[in-house]
């Protein structure tokens, strides 16, 4: 049911995302800056929250769409947390707006970027605010419950685990922004007993294995989850493990990687959901197991042998495990010369580039 609501959903969805903001209503902008984050939140009273600038290389993005809304005042700008993905981009993006409060975590300026940052808030004479869990953000008071569910108040030394995630309440629909939460952060917001069921999931650390475990996905519930990945990723994300895990949760996986700019607009008892390149990510096979060498469904195929390094070996296992292959894994994981089938084509394509 929740799968052909989805599909029902998508129909509805545009090529493009208007630039008109849709008064009395929450919208929430997942916005395609690699693997990074930028999320514009914009309420129902007109007011708007910018949560992390992407990099300063791709901060031009997070302006172009402030421009195309027409913001030109942020009643907050949160940092989730010190990374250049995160807040690399807000000393190029904060200029051209006037901020109510700057909101971040009580981590230190550990990082370049914060240093850089706090100077520019203190310069600037802009507000600011650490914030713990259990903290709110007065964005839209009469409309809209914005609640801090991390960090706690002693967070530890990891900076990815102290991020800011926010949770948005507007009527029937609700989003959780997980920052770059892991499952040690995960672990202290099922400890605290607050409410994590949400429609939707910005999933922690761009669907890095590391982050979204079984019993986070099981408490939040997610309708449809979002990862911000990059085209040419760095490391495996959004792990496959992660995907899987959301999928068969009922959850409707989409990556900006592959979907571009994800945008939401919730009404109090509906939404609309728009994308500017495509649909949600393939279904994985349910409950297909893995070859032993990849115990862990973390999508590392190339190294099918296990060894952790390209070689004749994968070739090899490749060629017997064929069949079986063939027969337990979506098509898209081996097709390595692209035809659209798993057959011994792919094996001495893997022979000749290896």
């Known amino acids: 049911m929740r799968r052909l609501l989805l599909a029902l959903l998508l129909a509805l969805c545009s090529i493009g995302l208007s630039a008109a903001y849709d ?3 929450l919208t929430v902008t997942i916005l395609d800056v690699g693997q990074a984050d930028a999320i514009l939140v914009q309420a129902p009273n ?5 949560v992390d600038a992407a990099e300063p290389w791709n901060a031009s993005v997070v302006s172009a769409c402030l421009t195309e809304e027409g913001i030109d005042r942020l009643a907050f700008a949160v940092g989730t947390h010190n990374h250049e993905d995160h807040i690399g981009g807000m000393v190029h993006v904060l ?3 006037t901020v109510g409060q700057y909101v971040n975590s009580s981590m230190p300026p550990e990082t370049q970027w914060a240093r850089e940052l ?5 310069d600037r004479g802009i507000p600011f605010r ?6 709110t953000i007065a964005l839209d008071p009469a409309n ?10 002693d967070p530890g030394t990891d900076a ?6 926010l949770r948005l309440a507007f009527g029937m629909q609700s989003f959780l922004l997980a920052g770059d939460t892991g499952t040690t952060a995960e672990g202290w917001m099922l400890a605290s007993n607050r409410t994590l069921a949400s429609q939707f999931l910005k999933a922690g650390h761009h669907g890095a294995s590391s982050s979204t475990g079984a019993p986070f996905v099981s408490a939040v519930t997610p309708l449809i989850a979002v990862t911000t990945s990059g085209r040419v990723p760095s490391r495996d994300v959004p792990s496959q493990s992660v995907v899987k895990r959301l999928q068969d949760s009922g959850a409707g996986v989409y990556s900006t990687a592959a979907s571009g700019t994800v945008r939401i607009t919730a009404r109090r008892t509906g939404f609309e959901m728009e994308t500017i390149l495509g649909p949600e990510l393939p279904i994985t096979v349910p409950g297909a197991a893995l070859p032993p060498t990849d115990p862990n469904f973390d999508g590392a195929f190339e190294d099918v042998n296990g ?3 390209r070689d004749f070996a994968d070739v090899v296992s490749l060629f017997n495990n064929l069949d079986w292959i063939a027969a337990s894994e979506p098509v898209v994981r081996f097709d390595y010369n692209h035809n659209q089938r798993m057959d011994f084509a792919d094996v001495v394509l893997l022979f000749n580039t290896t």
Not at 118 to 122: C, D, Q
Not at 130 to 135: E, F, I, K, L, R
Not at 144 to 153: A, C
Not at 160 to 165: F, L, Q
């Open 307 to 309: 060894n952790r390094r």
């Open 160 to 165: 990815n685990e102290a991020s800011v995630v």
């Open 95 to 97: 200029p051209q707006v």
């Open 130 to 135: 650490s914030v713990t869990a259990g903290d």
């Open 23 to 25: 008064p009395d209503t």
């Open 46 to 50: 007109g007011a708007s929250m910018l």
């Open 118 to 122: 706090n100077a520019y808030i203190v």
């Open 144 to 153: 809209v419950t914005v609640t801090v569910l991390n960090p706690p108040p």
